[in-house]
């Protein structure tokens, strides 16, 4: 079983950054891939980074470049840093966590935390 926490979110203007963390609770975190998904308003929830336990990193087009996912696994911890941030970056953010090899839909991650609110301003 692993909870997560996330923290971090918050209102900023275009142009600016904030680092999300996301707080895993178990002995095994270092054995998970994790992710982190965005959901806006009225839309699907959608992939936005993700680490694979063996330190691989991946990103959606939208973000690649703007933002970098890490992770400190004697923390048990994730971090999403996001720079240059847009309007269209504004949802509610989830960190995750899986054993699965896909890394990239919603349906392979088993334990989710309850999302932190990023609001961009123009």
């Known amino acids: 079983q692993v909870q997560l926490v996330e923290s971090g979110g918050g209102l900023v203007q275009a142009g600016g950054s904030l680092r999300l963390t996301c707080a895993a609770s178990?002995?095994?975190?270092?054995?998970?891939?994790m992710g982190w998904f965005r959901q806006a308003p009225g839309k699907e929830r959608e992939f936005v980074a993700a680490?694979?336990?063996?330190?691989?990193?991946y990103y959606a087009e939208s973000v690649k470049g703007r933002f970098t996912i890490s992770r400190d696994n004697a923390k048990n911890t994730v971090y999403l840093q996001m720079d240059s941030l847009k309007p269209e970056d504004t949802a509610v953010y989830y960190c995750?966590?899986?054993?699965?090899?896909?890394?990239?839909?919603?349906?392979?991650?088993?334990?989710w935390g309850q999302g932190t609110q990023v609001t961009v301003s123009s």
């Open positions: 178990g002995r095994t975190f270092s054995s998970y891939s």
């Open positions: 680490n694979r336990w063996t330190g691989s990193t």
């Open positions: 995750a966590a899986t054993m699965s090899r896909m890394l990239v839909t919603t349906t392979s991650y088993n334990y």
